[in-house]
């Protein structure tokens, strides 16, 4: 267990040290910006160079870091409701046939609703708190893990339930020792895109109606012509997506680690 | 000579059958059949008027081509099916699948000890009853190990021990060793021979495999292909072990042959 452990911190860290080629296309792409900008390509206004936003991030932390906490425990409280609703929901949609078939068609509908509609409805309703926030975010993120965990669910070999069922084994404990950590991997994969779109949820939320998060600086540092404090929230948005989607491979790693037996890397496929 | 486990329980069995007609078999199978109807496609019969009987201690193989319903045969002893016609009186009985099935994320010792924990004995307990069968079975060294880490031969050692230690008194093996090479297949055939020597159950083995069931079988019943009829049942009253080199061996299994229609 312990080497084991240890391998699944060590691999990441290795995988990290490999994302040289990740590293090498951002500067490049960030090179191309900064060039752009400064031969006159786009008005600084518009388009700040990445040295502006750079800068921004350092003038302006103060102001960033106290609206990050804000924004990232609204997406982090708001991911826990998503996984919590998305699991109790996927459970239910796959003992209960009737509950399948009545609530799929209502899950994919719920995944058009546009949030720019919805969040000020929300807020007018429910007010400038947490609360139209964690809806919002939860609301975009949890479809994805209902979906994956279903497929989890129904990756379950057949012939293995008749197995235990000549065990005897109880349909509850089926349940829990086999059915669930079989579908344990895809839950996690539909986490991991969960947490990318509760990013963009908690923006669209934060425009909608809100005094602080890094959503409201961008909505209100855009009509002040600070764009480069604009990117900067966006860029500190980004991070924060990476580093919730790096944590989630970690602790998919350390959960899940017979998913992974056969070497595969940190978003590689295998070779 | 001293009598093995095996043969003192199969000397019992067909004592009780004597004293007293009335003692049922642990497996009696008598005129079943069983079709299977899907939507609008046409229905297929699995099974015909098919009767087997195994008494306690037997071990009873069963040949015959595929689609001929020895799944289903296996699945109406387990209780998992019913029959449409006939009857089925089993004791319970426990499958062992021709796919391990073993649980990737569960050690050897845990995936042993599945029917156990199914029972609802605790885990502490259920690992320390299952460990003195990994000894006895040679896998000692692996109780911590995943399937992963195990060879194909191993894999099916655990998911015999996983389906003994569900303590029923009939085992139900679909092809055990279907899925293996045939260096460890014949090898896997000498082990479960000594492991039902050692610890007597009475068995329906399903096999594709004529001389498996020759060398392993008290009684091989041939079906024939779909729907599934007995078309033959041949008796095996050979010492054990078996040699698949030996003239009765070589013989017995040219019989189960020429009865599916095949050689000659």
């Known amino acids: 267990m312990s080497a084991g452990a240890r391998r699944a911190l060590v691999m990441p860290a290795r995988a990290l040290l490999r994302q040289w080629r990740a590293a090498l296309l951002l500067a490049t792409l960030i090179g191309i910006w900064e060039l752009y900008v400064d031969l006159g390509g786009a008005d600084p206004l518009i388009l700040p160079a990445p040295h ?13 870091w106290s609206n990050f906490l804000v924004t990232a425990e609204e997406v982090l409280l708001g991911i826990l409701v998503a996984a919590v609703t998305a699991l109790a929901l996927a459970t239910a949609m796959h003992f209960f046939v009737t509950i399948r078939r009545a609530v799929y068609p209502l899950l994919i509908a719920s995944q058009t609703i546009p949030i720019p509609m919805l ?7 429910l007010g400038f708190g947490i609360l139209p926030k964690l809806i919002v975010i939860a609301l975009v993120s949890f479809f994805s893990i209902v979906i994956t965990t279903l497929a989890g669910f129904a990756s379950v070999d057949p012939e293995l339930l008749k197995l235990v069922r000549t065990f005897d084994m109880s349909r509850r404990r089926a349940f829990f ?6 579908a344990l991997p895809g839950v996690f994969t539909g986490a991991k895109i969960a947490v990318i779109v509760a990013v963009i949820g908690a923006v669209f939320a934060e425009q909608a109606g809100s005094n602080s998060g890094l959503g409201y600086v961008f909505t209100q540092a855009l009509p002040q012509l600070l764009t480069a404090r604009a990117f900067a929230a966006v860029v500190i948005l980004s991070l ?29 496929t295998d070779r | 000579m001293i009598e093995t486990p095996l043969q003192a329980s199969r000397a019992l069995g067909a004592d009780r059958a004597g004293h007293s007609e009335q003692a049922a078999a642990p497996v009696e199978i008598d005129r079943v059949s069983r079709t299977f109807r899907r939507g609008r496609r046409p229905a297929v019969q699995a099974l015909a008027d098919v009767s087997l009987r195994a008494g306690a201690g037997e071990i009873v193989a069963v040949v015959g081509p595929s689609g001929c319903g020895k799944s289903t045969l296996l699945e109406l002893i387990c209780g998992l099916q019913r029959p449409d016609t006939g009857t089925v009186r089993c004791a319970p009985a426990a499958l062992m699948p021709q796919r391990d099935l073993l649980l990737p994320w ?12 199914a029972a609802g004995v605790g885990r502490d307990r259920s690992r320390q009853l299952a460990r003195p069968w990994l000894e006895r079975f040679g896998l000692a060294e692996f109780e911590r190990a995943r399937p992963a880490e195990l060879s194909g031969g191993m894999r099916q050692r655990v998911s015999f021990l996983r389906s003994l230690l569900a303590g029923k008194p009939v085992l139900a093996l679909d092809e ?30 399903v096999t594709h495999d004529v001389e498996e069931a020759v060398l392993l079988g008290d009684r091989v019943v041939v079906l024939s292909g779909r ?4 078309v033959a049942c041949i008796e095996v009253a050979l010492a054990r072990p078996r040699r698949r080199a030996d003239p009765t061996v070589v013989a017995l299994r040219e019989r189960v042959l020429s009865s599916l229609g095949v050689g000659g």
Do not use: K
Not at chain 1, 119 to 125: E, F, M, R, T
Not at chain 1, 177 to 182: F, Q, V
Not at chain 1, 246 to 268: D, F, I, Q, Y
């Open chain 2, 227 to 230: 729907p599934g009829r007995v």
């Open chain 1, 119 to 125: 969040a000020p409805v929300l807020v007018l309703w």
């Open chain 2, 106 to 117: 569960a050690s050897a010792l845990d995936n042993a000890a599945l029917a156990l924990r």
């Open chain 2, 176 to 205: 055990p060793f279907a899925s293996l090479d045939a260096i460890t297949r014949a090898e896997m055939q000498g082990w479960l021979d000594h492991a039902l020597t050692a610890e007597p159950r009475t068995v329906v083995l």
């Open chain 1, 240 to 268: 924060f997506a990476i580093a919730l989607f790096c944590a989630l491979t970690l602790a998919e790693r350390l959960t899940v680690p017979w998913a992974h037996s056969t070497g595969t890397e940190l978003g590689e």
């Open chain 1, 52 to 64: 502006a936003v750079a800068a921004s991030m350092y003038d302006d932390r103060g102001l960033l």
């Open chain 1, 177 to 182: 020792s086999i059915e669930l950590p079989t």
